[in-house]
């Protein structure tokens, strides 16, 4: 699988590229902002641009949706429930950045537990990991051991959950059935910051791992 990561926006949010080596079809994952930037990725990388998939639509996420759907012609994957999300995407920018940006299309199709979003002979796992927000979804592709968790599971620590929508205890309920049943090996690549792998986080996670003390009680 080829894989490029570039981080977009105020926020510093990491978007994917993912392309088949094999067919050059590929999916961006979370294109947040800059669109110019995420294109001109695409550009290099030869691909052909099929799905936007995002694992969630806060507006660190989707900023970009509009211009690199328009630009490539892709369709606009998100799950259900996170809709009331997207359509809040104004006016959480102009609480946050005080500035105005236009509605986020609304989705061409609708992500689900268990589907296959299939590129070339690429193929990603979908599951379903509220909490964040309430239609989060995480991307696992087994083939290459590696997931992409947008906002649930960080580099030693994990999503918010003080935000519109958002619940602690689902979060986590999330990442403990999710994403740390997957193997220690799996490289973890989250919305914001570093890298990390399930293992690591499985032991040191000082809210999800084995001796966090992080309680909601």
Same mark, same amino acid.
């Given at each position: 699988?080829?894989?490029?990561?570039?981080?977009?926006?105020?926020? =510093?949010?990491?978007?994917?590229?993912?392309?088949?080596?094999?067919?050059?079809?590929?999916?961006?994952?979370?294109?947040?902002? &800059? @669109?110019?930037?995420?294109?001109?990725?695409?550009?290099?990388?030869?691909?052909? !641009?099929?799905?936007?998939?995002?694992?969630? &639509?806060?507006?660190?996420?989707?900023? @970009?949706?509009?211009?690199?759907?328009?630009?490539?012609?892709?369709?606009?994957?998100?799950?259900?429930?996170?809709?009331?999300?997207?359509?809040?995407?104004?006016?959480?920018?102009?609480?946050?950045?005080g500035a105005s940006v236009d509605p986020i299309d609304?989705?061409?199709?609708?992500?689900? *537990?268990? =589907?296959?979003?299939?590129?070339?002979?690429?193929?990603?796992?979908?599951?379903?990991?509220?909490?964040?927000?309430?239609?989060?979804?995480?991307?696992?592709?087994?083939?290459?051991? =590696?997931?992409?968790?947008?906002?649930?599971?960080?580099?030693? &620590?994990?999503?918010?959950?003080?935000?519109?929508?958002?619940?602690?205890?689902?979060?986590?309920?999330?990442? *403990?059935?999710?994403?740390?049943?997957?193997?220690?090996?799996?490289?973890?690549?989250?919305?914001?910051?570093?890298?990390?792998? !399930?293992?690591?986080?499985?032991?040191?996670?000082?809210?999800?791992?084995?001796?966090? @003390?992080?309680?909601?009680?």
């Amino acid at each position: 699988m080829l894989i490029a990561g570039l981080t977009v926006g105020l926020l =510093q949010e990491n978007c994917y590229i993912l392309g088949c080596e094999d067919t050059q079809c590929g999916v961006i994952i979370d294109p947040g902002d &800059s @669109a110019r930037a995420i294109l001109n990725e695409v550009d290099e990388m030869g691909l052909t !641009i099929e799905k936007i998939i995002n694992t969630h &639509s806060h507006f660190d996420h989707v900023l @970009a949706v509009n211009a690199v759907r328009a630009a490539t012609g892709a369709t606009f994957h998100l799950h259900r429930e996170d809709l009331p999300i997207l359509r809040a995407a104004p006016e959480r920018v102009r609480e946050w950045l005080g500035a105005s940006v236009d509605p986020i299309d609304e989705p061409d199709q609708f992500l689900r *537990q268990g =589907q296959e979003i299939e590129f070339g002979s690429e193929a990603l796992e979908i599951r379903f990991t509220p909490g964040h927000s309430p239609g989060h979804v995480v991307f696992v592709d087994h083939e290459n051991e =590696q997931v992409f968790a947008g906002d649930t599971l960080f580099r030693g &620590s994990i999503g918010r959950f003080d935000l519109p929508l958002a619940d602690g205890p689902t979060l986590l309920h999330s990442i *403990q059935n999710q994403l740390l049943s997957l193997p220690d090996n799996y490289v973890v690549y989250p919305g914001h910051g570093e890298a990390t792998t !399930i293992g690591a986080e499985r032991e040191t996670n000082p809210f999800v791992g084995r001796t966090a @003390a992080f309680s909601f009680t």
